[in-house]
């Protein structure tokens, strides 16, 4: 017996070693996992804001061509309301079911950003359907809508903890 108790102190380490062992696998195994499942995650979210975003600057685009048909834009390419109002379903069309995943899964300072800026987009749609020609009205709208997608970008930004960007800018030329 007395051997027995000469080796119990060796027997107690390895024990008491192989369950610390155990329990830094798990624990690192665990860490390991959710950084892993927030990666997956802001892949996924900005994969949402992405697309939900191009899908929103199709319509701008558009609006920006249909302005130039009514003289409140210097676009190159103009495009009458009628031969817009096809491509306009078409984005908006496009662009609802990203809403819903931007809903389901973005931050709500993103979504209320995202909300922001559509509303201004709604508005310079409104203004367009009219038929006015304002110049000066329309390039307050395009600075809002433009200061609504750096809203944007900067709460995507932020969700994601990404470094600051560039604002996309360019200097608006006169209508």
Do not use: C
Not at 9 to 17: M, W
Not at 26 to 48: K, T
Not at 98 to 109: F, H, N, V
């Amino acid at each position: 017996m007395s051997a027995f108790l000469q080796q119990l102190p060796a027997l107690i380490g390895v024990v008491i070693g192989a369950l610390g062992s155990y329990l830094a696998v798990v624990r690192g195994d665990r860490a390991r996992f959710r950084r892993e499942q927030e990666a997956r995650w802001d892949e996924r979210r900005l994969s949402v804001y992405a697309e939900w975003a191009q899908a929103l600057k199709k319509t701008v685009s558009v609006d920006y061509r249909v302005a130039a048909h009514l003289g409140n834009d210097p676009h190159p390419h103009p495009l009458s309301p009628q031969e817009a109002e096809p491509q306009l379903a078409a984005a908006q069309s496009e662009r609802d079911p990203y809403a819903e995943k931007l809903i389901m899964l973005g931050d709500p300072a993103v979504v209320a950003k995202a909300q922001e800026w559509v509303v201004t987009v709604m508005e310079m749609e409104r203004f367009l359907r009219e038929e006015r020609h304002d110049p000066e009205t329309w390039r307050a709208l395009l600075e809002r809508q433009r200061d609504g997608r750096d809203a944007f970008y900067a709460a995507v930004r932020e969700d994601l903890t990404l470094p600051p960007g560039h604002s996309g800018r360019l200097p608006l030329p006169e209508a």
